[in-house]
């Protein structure tokens, strides 16, 4: 099992209030080839006419203020179309969002600065990768790839991610998921790193409330996304809200 993770920061329209998500996808070994040629085979009608056949996937890109403006004066967007495409694919095909919804000052930015300390933006979101793993993909382990950041971060995160999976008597038990994070480049061929870029803005828009953003359509398919389940008197959902303003 693969988790793609990818990072939004925002400001809450109604508030201004900072947050960020930090989110992705989770991918079964076995499906992670036919991932990319559904991928590929969603997109290819749209080359030469949204993006090229070279470009990325980029949420910002195809969710920003010229899509809004084209679905207002036209009805439509060519953009959104894809999204909402790609997303519906992703959804018939079982992959799983992931995630972190962080309004908590100071734990937003999803940057360690301890390296013996793991923020509970962290920490929440690997319980959640261990919690699914276990219970819908049994038999596998949880490889976490994170969009790459500046050399900076990524080091100062996977050493925190490492200190904590293998030191911390919490860490140990989430046994569920390898040791070592690994950060990847979503380039254009990386179809898994830029789908959860697009689960990621879908996520920090619907979050934001930003009002002329008609993103609700892509949000019920994300949510639809979400593993929700129980245990014993506790829900779990893979999609985690920290600290969300009243």
Known sequence: ????LDESFRDQHPTRRA???LAGVAI??????????MIYA??????GRVLKESDEFKGNELLGTATWRSIRERGFSEQFNLVEEVLQ???AASIVVVGVVCFEQNLHTFAANDPDRLSATFGSLLKRVDHLAKRSFPGERAQVVF???DHGTNS???LAITNFLVKSPVGRTLDAI???PLFGVSQANNYALQIADLVTTVIALHHQQRPDARTEPLWRVVDRMVVRFREGTRRWSTLKVLSAPQ
Not at 28 to 37: G, K
Not at 42 to 47: A, E, L, W
């Open 19 to 21: 947050f960020g998500v």
């Open 89 to 91: 694919r992703c959804a």
């Open 156 to 158: 100062r995160n996977a």
């Open 147 to 149: 969009d790459g950041r």
């Open 1 to 4: 099992m693969y988790v793609f």
């Open 178 to 180: 390898r040791q070592y």
């Open 28 to 37: 079964s070994d076995r499906a992670l080839d036919s991932v990319q040629s």
């Open 42 to 47: 969603v997109r290819k009608p749209y080359h």
